[in-house]
């Protein structure tokens, strides 16, 4: 869920005028998972853009500031995330650690990297939520090393109900700075999208798999 309707629409607009949102109705993506999508998310985009980079981390480490100050910790989920977790990480004057999708086979075989004492509050950083899995999969990590997740944020939603879902089940509040109905919303307003690709957007939104097979 967003936390603040002023910021998402910043950020909304930000991510559209550098392009690392495309939208894209009539010649939908392909994920990886095979499904068909009106809309491409790059975040990676904004770190080559100081002014967007700068109002990302500064909103994200306000937002800490103000609701998660028991934070000890900043985990950043590799790999898009562990530079909007490092920029955060350093506004706050905070320890940072990144999570692996899985242990390394070799060396240490660490899945976690840095230095996380054992209780620790961690807040984790992540670019993107879609279902959560990869999210939710890095707060399982970090709880099995003895640490505390006390909250995650991201840059941008989709908003779809099974990720609040899976948060809501895994006991992890999160909180995103932009998601899909704003950007949507700010897109049309500014000309981004026509007016008529305003349903057929939603209608993806509202069942992502079958607006895939009618897309094929």
Not at 79 to 106: M, Q, S, W
Not at 124 to 131: A, F, G, H, N, R
Not at 180 to 209: C, Q, R, S
């Amino acid at each position: 869920m967003i936390y603040n309707n002023v910021v998402a629409r910043e950020v909304a607009e930000y991510l559209l005028e550098i392009k690392a949102v495309v939208l894209r109705p009539e010649e939908p993506f392909t994920w990886a998972s095979g499904l068909k999508s009106p809309i491409y998310c790059d975040n990676r985009k904004t770190l080559s853009h100081p002014r967007v980079r700068n109002f990302i981390k500064t909103s994200m480490a306000d937002i800490i500031s103000e609701e998660y100050r028991q934070t000890e910790v900043i985990a950043g989920v590799a790999t898009a995330g562990i530079p909007h977790g490092v920029l955060a990480a350093d506004v706050l004057n905070k320890p940072f650690v990144y999570v692996r999708e899985k242990p390394k086979t070799h060396g240490m075989t660490n899945q976690i990297e840095g230095e996380l004492g054992p209780g620790k509050r961690v807040l984790v950083i992540e670019d993107l939520i879609s279902t959560g899995g990869s999210s939710l999969k890095a707060v399982s990590a970090l709880r099995e090393a003895g640490a505390e997740v006390i909250g995650l944020g991201a840059v941008f939603t989709y908003g779809f109900p099974a990720a609040e879902k899976a948060f809501a089940e895994a006991a992890c509040p999160f909180f995103t700075l932009c998601d899909f109905a704003t950007l949507l919303d700010v897109a049309a307003k500014l000309d981004y999208i026509k007016h008529n690709e305003v349903e057929p957007l939603m209608g993806w939104y509202k069942d992502p798999e079958a607006w895939s097979r009618h897309h094929p």
